[in-house]
């Protein structure tokens, strides 16, 4: 079993609409989870960040966790084409260990 | 102003042979790590180096060494090249050693192994 595990995707939604990512994970001891976005042929780049179960929002972003279902998502509100890209899962089992899921694709339509 | 840099960007070298890959970063971070991304876009962590001592040695094959000559760089050198070790290299730093710690990547680096 993956430690991390995403839908590989392809996600299509239309442009304005919410784009929802979804990520499980393993190790019910976890404490740290990471978004990351990565363009094509790009490094990956930290979106948000979540320790406390619940909702976090930055701006057009909110990330949702749900430890006692070592669920983590991600909401993207009125997505745009420039939010085409692939989405990191990423986690923090325990100490200096750090954990990717393989990804989701995500394409925004014009 | 680049925060972590690595070189080359491309590398493309012969089965057998043996090459490095160089890190380094200005961002005054305390841990640097190496990550192998496939051709599935899966990002595997290989090593984790904090003040120039490694902290993390996930299951990689012997052939890939680290060097930490300070904490601002950490280079990857790999001997005798093989097929499956194609993939793209990413190096980042993050301020401490805990997990729980943004991590910045370099460009990475694409390597084909022939």
């Known amino acids: 079993q993956k430690e991390v595990e995403q839908n590989s995707g392809p996600l299509s939604v239309p442009e304005g609409a919410i784009a929802s990512l979804n990520c499980t994970y393993s190790?019910?001891?976890?404490?740290?989870f990471f978004w990351y976005r990565q363009y094509s042929g790009k490094s990956p780049e930290l979106i948000m960040f979540?320790?406390?179960?619940g909702d976090k929002e930055d701006g057009r972003f909110t990330a949702q966790l749900n430890k006692a279902s070592q669920y983590v998502s991600l909401l993207i509100r009125d997505s745009q084409p420039s939010d085409s890209a692939t989405y990191l899962c990423?986690?923090?089992?325990?100490?200096?260990?750090?954990?990717f899921g393989t990804g989701t694709s995500l394409t925004v339509i014009p | 102003d680049t925060a972590v840099s690595q070189t080359p960007k491309y590398l493309v070298t012969q089965m057998g042979n043996d090459k490095s890959i160089k890190c380094e970063q200005n961002?005054?971070?305390?841990?640097m790590y190496w990550y192998k991304q496939d051709s599935k876009k899966f990002l595997k962590i290989m090593f984790s180096?904090?003040?120039?001592?490694?902290?993390i040695n996930e299951t990689v094959p012997n052939r890939f060494s680290p060097k930490s000559p300070d904490k601002a760089h950490l280079n990857l050198h790999i001997n005798s090249l093989e097929l499956g070790d194609s993939a793209v290299y990413f190096c980042?730093?993050?301020?401490?050693?805990?997990?729980?710690?943004?991590?910045?990547f370099g460009p990475g680096t694409r390597l084909t192994v022939l």
């Open positions: 980042a730093s993050s301020l401490l050693t805990s997990g729980d710690n943004e991590q910045f």
């Open positions: 961002l005054g971070h305390d841990t």
């Open positions: 990423a986690v923090n089992p325990t100490g200096n260990q750090f954990y």
């Open positions: 180096y904090n003040n120039k001592e490694l902290i």
């Open positions: 979540i320790y406390s179960n």
């Open positions: 190790d019910r001891g976890s404490q740290s």
